[in-house]
Structures are given as C-alpha cells and as structure tokens.
C-alpha cells in the first residue's frame, strides 16, 4: 500500500507541474455540450450570423460606460496564417463602421507567449486603453496577463483561444474544437462503409483548438468500427502533406481522409489526383481552394468552419461594453456551421483568393470584396 | 627522413578503394523501403519518391557552390518562398504568364545572388550573417507582397514542371518532368563545379582564398558567381516546389538548412574547398528516404524525428571519420 502511495507521489513530482497545467483535451462532457450547441437555435438577428449567441445569459457592463472617441487596444496571438489574415482583416473593416472608436491599437505577438505577455504590460503600461481585445496565444500562458489587465479595472474581452479565468467580460468563440471535429467526422462515418480506412491530418500537436478537433473524431471513429490508418502531422504544409498521402497510399487502401483544418486539404486531394485514383471522403475547411476543388471533382466533402466571423464579434462586444449594453456572457457561444454539399454554391466565389475562408460573415460589409484581396 | 617513414602507412591506406559512404547510405535506405514496401520498387512509387527529392536535390546542389567556395546561403529557402508567392500574384490565373513569369523570377533570383555576392565579398560581412538578413528581408518581402495570405493560383502551365508526368513511357511507364528536370540541371551543375575552370577556381577560393588570391585567382567575383548559382537553383526549386505542392506563404522555410545537410551528408566540407555534386544530390535522396522510411515504420512522430536526427549526425560522423582516416 505504502510502496503505490510512494510510486503516485513519485510519478506526482516527475509530471506534476506538466499535469496540473496541460488542460484536458478529451473531456466528454464538453463534447456533448458541443454536439447540443452545434444544432441548437441562435438568439440573435437572422441576418446577421456574427450577432448570434447560445443561450440567454447575459452580462450587465454598465460600469464600462464610457464617453467616446475610444481607444480600443487588441493583443493578437499573430496573423501568421491565412485564416488569421481573414480574421484580422474582418477586425479592421468591422473598426472603421463605429466612428467612436477613436484609435484602434493592434499589437501583434507574432506567436509568442512572451512577447504577448510583454505586449498586454505595454499597452497597461501606455493607460491609453479602453478597453482590452485579447486573442490569446496560448491558454495557460496568458492567463495571468488576462487577470493583470483585469485587475487594473480594464474591461477585457477574449476571442479565439480561451484563458482559464472568469474576469474577462466575455468570451466570444464559436461552438468549438469538438464541435469541429464531430461535423467532419460524422460525415465520414456516414459515406464510409464499416471497417473503412481513415487517415487523420493534423497541422501540430498542443493548441487546445485542434487537440479537441482531433480526439473528439478520434473517438467517433473508433466507436463507428472505422480504423485509423495513422495521426501525422502536416505543419500546415502543402508539400508534406502531399508527400505524407502518397505513402500512405502505397501501403494500401484509404477510404476517408480527416483534417483538423483545411488549409493542406487540397494538396491531400491532389496526392490522389496525380495518381488517376477516385477521390474518396476528404474534409476541409470552408477556404476558397478547397471548395472549388470539392465542386469540379465532385467529391463527397465537407467543410466544417471554424468561422471567421469571431473577429467582428469581438470588436461589436467591445463596443457594446463601452456603451454600457448588456452582452452576451460570460461566454458568448457564435454558431458554427458546415459548409455541406446541398449550400456548397453559396460560399463558392471564384474572385477571392485561394485562401479566402468562406464563412466570414464580411459579405456585408462595404469594404467586401477588395479589403479581403478579391476582385469586384 | 622520419617524416618519410612516417607518412608511409597513410600512403598505403590512400590506395585502398574509397567510397563516398552516402552512396551506400542511400542504397541501403531504398533496399529497406522496399523490404518495408514492395510497392515502391514499382515506377510510380520510386518515381513519386524521385519527384518528391527533385526541389531539395536541385537546390542542394546549387547551395553546394557556395558551400565550397567557403561560405553559406541561408537565403535560398525564402527565394524559393518569394518566387512561388511572386509568381501566384503575378499570373492572376492566366496560363499564358508563365512563360515571363518564370524568366523574371530567375532574373529577380540573379539580383539577389548578386547582392549576396556583393556583400559578402566587398562590405566583408560574414556570409552567414549577410545571407540571414537577406533571408529575413525576402521573407519580409514576400509576406508584404502577398499580405500573409496567398492571393492567388498558380497556373498549370507553371506547376507543369513540378506536377505532371508522361505517361505510357517503356519500362518505366511513367517520367514525371520534375525527374527530367532533376537529371538535366543535375548533369548541367555537375559539369559546371567538376569539369569547368570556374569549378576549380571555386575549390580554390574555398581551399585557401589567401593562396588562391595570390595565384591570380579574381576571388571576388568567383565568390559571387557562386551565389548567382545558387540563388539562381533556388528559384528553379521553387518552381518545382510550388508545381508539386501549390502555393503555402512558408512554402521554403527549412529548405535553406536541408540544403546544407544533404550537401555534408554527401561529404561537402563545411568550410569550403570539397564537395560533390552527385553526392549532395545522393544527400538530399537520404533525407528524403530517411522521411519515408520512418513513415513506413508507422513510428509516432516523436520517435521518428528522434531516430532522424540520430542518422543524419551518424552519417556525417562516419563521413568526417572516413575522410580522416583516408587522410584527405
């Protein structure tokens, strides 16, 4: 008895501080809570996906009220892929339509835990701030700049990734990881036959939002009586990604390729176009490539979003706080649709860039196409 | 007199039959695939393998110009980034761009060389340092250009190099054009650092560019010749590169230190004056093959990269200590 209580304590020291810090990544609760949220009704204007919020909770910010012009101050985790550039650039259009937002501060942290904690102390530091939009890089490292921005009374609202403090005023995100990964998997497991081959891509281990991308299909598979065929990593990159089908094709049959985001799905599509073979069950994302590619070959896709339009919403919860309305909270849950076969067309625009994420919500605003690098 | 009976054991081991230990390196590597895969030894595997190589093995043999007139190239991973976003946002879909497109990217690729050149061998700054930054412009360059996202397709008439094959050929029944491209600039690079004067003046510059100096040797320009070489392989790897894979923002990221890995893997010494072009491209076909066959293992990621990394210091270990013991 006494020998396990030492080996737990011993093994306790050797993990310890890995473990208490590394969030759980395969928690069912949440998953069913995703499942629920990803065809529950939205409150909200019909028209106007990026307002919509789960639930009915909400967050008294009376006491932000400000007079304006404003300074609005964002801490970016980074704008270091394509999806973040779509993001950023719904933010900056989104700005431009509420004239009492006198200066809009961005800092970018470049994909730095350190330089983003170093960022939120500037701009506390600068007092110029309003208000404090924060994308956070990493959740556990950011945490404690989320808390210090908090306690310096600055309303602080979080997108995106999450931190693991109820300070801020909301948490706006869309349904989520899980909800990600069930949309694509439950349409694999329903065009794939029992015992069928799935591959699963991944851009890299460790960020929570792809981590429960990944487990939340995982489990699906394995309780649909599907085999994985392997977990690789891709870095996001097109030409392993491209290498990594091909081999995996020379050691047999592949029935479903999955992908916990879609940036490389196209480059999985065309390892198996340049080999003359059917293209089976791949999953993608809602970027422009991938779409088009999924209409002219005519395969059974998908394309489940992490939308977009998050970073609209972030900039309208800022403003509804420092006017002193009510918000939706603590966590304002977006929707989160799938882009399926039957609305494929709708989101299919052939003048915006390959990397253009369709589910933007931007297409109303003035700005739409050229600011997004699309032609008229 | 001592000195003579000295000398005399290394003389007789001189003799011996030397191979370069890549090309046994690489042999082994395939026979293990093969074992692991049967199907690779059919055209479309080793062929899609070769296809794969063609971008890395190009461009190591161009780094390996600069590598042996003694200095680095970092920059050649973001020339081959900038000329595959260049050229995504200068086709704006139209198949019949590639045709200026790909001699401009070559002529952007030659002025880069050139100021590489330059700045190494006049401002005097460490080729090293003068390459990083111009790395770090070019990247910057391109992100502006493209403002982090690609904005646009390459056309088919572009990525025809590096994404189609001919097929119904004889026995082989498959040749993709990258292959083509990998024996045909391969041959042409060969020639030019092992059958040209250039060639040896480069092993010269980077034997003793005080000795060469003094022979006569115009070190200056040798040296930036071997940069425009090398940036020149760079923008061709690109091509191919982006051909194979389509257009990422990062496409070239890494390239630069892959490069030199396969050109020490295949014997290059890190500090100029030896080096070989079929063995750098040998070095590039076992990074590849070191990939593929962790791959075929079905070895978690971790493990493959721990095993990876392990083979690449072993074989340049045994490298180093052949070249020792051969007293070369």
Known sequence: MNKTVITFAVLGLMTGSA?????????????????????????????????????????????????????????????????????????????????????????????????????????????????????????????????????????????????TTDCPVTFVHPVGGYGFG???????IANVPEGGNVLMLRILPGVDVLETRASGARNMFEEAGLTILGEEFTDGDNAKTKSIVEDYLQRGNIDAVWMDAGATAVAAIE?????????????????????????????????????????????????????????????????????TQDVLDDYINENMPPLHYAMCGCEDMPTYPEAWGGNE | MTDQTLARPEAKKRSLPHFNPVYVLVVALILAIIVMNPAFGEPTGYMNFLKRVTA?????????????????????????????????????????????????????????????????SYLKVPSLIATLGMMITLNGVAFMWSGGAPRGYLPDTFRFFGRYNITDVPVITLLPIAVICLFGFGAILWWGLHRTNFGRL?????????????????VER?????????????????????????????IGSGFELQAITAAVIGGAQL????????????????????????????????????????????????????????GR
């Open chain 1, 271 to 339: 390892a198996f176009e340049d080999q003359g073979m059917d293209i089976p069950v791949i999953t993608g994302e809602d970027q422009q490539d991938y779409l088009q590619k999924w209409r002219d070959l005519g395969f059974a896709g998908i394309a489940p979003t992490y939308p977009s339009y998050q970073w609209r919403t972030a900039i309208i919860a800022a403003v509804q706080t420092l006017k002193g309305e009510e918000v939706p909270g603590p966590e304002w849950v977006l929707p989160q649709p799938a882009i």
């Open chain 2, 56 to 120: 890395l093995a190009i461009l190591s043999a161009g780094a390996l110009y600069v590598i042996v007139s003694g200095g680095f190239d970092l920059s050649v991973g973001s020339i081959m980034t900038l000329t595959v976003i260049g050229s995504s946002m200068l086709a704006s879909n139209d198949p019949n761009s590639t045709y200026w497109i790909i001699p401009l990217m070559l002529g952007i690729g030659a002025v880069v060389g050139l100021v590489n050149g330059l700045v190494v």
């Open chain 1, 19 to 163: 473990a208490a810090q590394a969030p759980n990544f395969d928690d069912p609760a949440e998953f069913d809570k995703q499942r629920e949220q990803l065809t529950a009704t939205f409150n909200g204007p019909a028209d106007q996906i990026y307002r919509q919020y789960a639930g009915n909770e909400m967050v008294d910010t009376s006491e932000f009220a400000t007079d304006a012009p404003w300074t609005v101050c964002f801490s970016n985790a980074g704008v270091n892929n394509p999806w973040r550039v779509v993001g950023y650039t719904n933010m900056t259009e989104e700005v431009k339509l509420h004239p009492e937002i006198g200066t809009f501060t961005h800092v970018d942290a470049e994909g730095s835990d350190d330089k983003q904690i170093a960022d939120i102390d500037d701009l506390l530091a600068g007092g110029d701030c309003n208000i404090l939009i924060v994308s956070p890089n990493s959740t556990a490292a950011l945490t404690p700049a989320v808390e210090k921005a908090c306690a310096a009374g600055l309303p602080v609202i979080v997108f995106d990734r999450g931190v």
């Open chain 2, 222 to 250: 040798v040296r930036i010749s071997a940069f425009v070489v090398s940036a020149l392989t760079a923008v061709l790897a690109g091509v191919i590169l982006g051909g194979r894979a389509g257009v990422s923002v990062d």
């Open chain 1, 182 to 188: 069930i949309q694509a998997a439950d349409h694999i």
């Open chain 2, 271 to 326: 500090l100029g004056g030896r080096g070989s072009v079929p063995a750098t491209i040998a070095g590039a076909l076992a990074l590849e093959a070191i990939f593929t066959l962790l791959n075929l293992l079905g070895l978690a990621q971790p493990v493959r990269l721990v095993v990876q990394g392990l083979i690449l210091i072993g074989a340049v270990a045994l490298a180093t200590y052949q070249r020792k013991r051969s």
């Open chain 2, 202 to 218: 480069l092993h010269a510059v980077g034997d003793n560019p005080q000795a060469a100096r003094l022979a006569g040797v115009p």
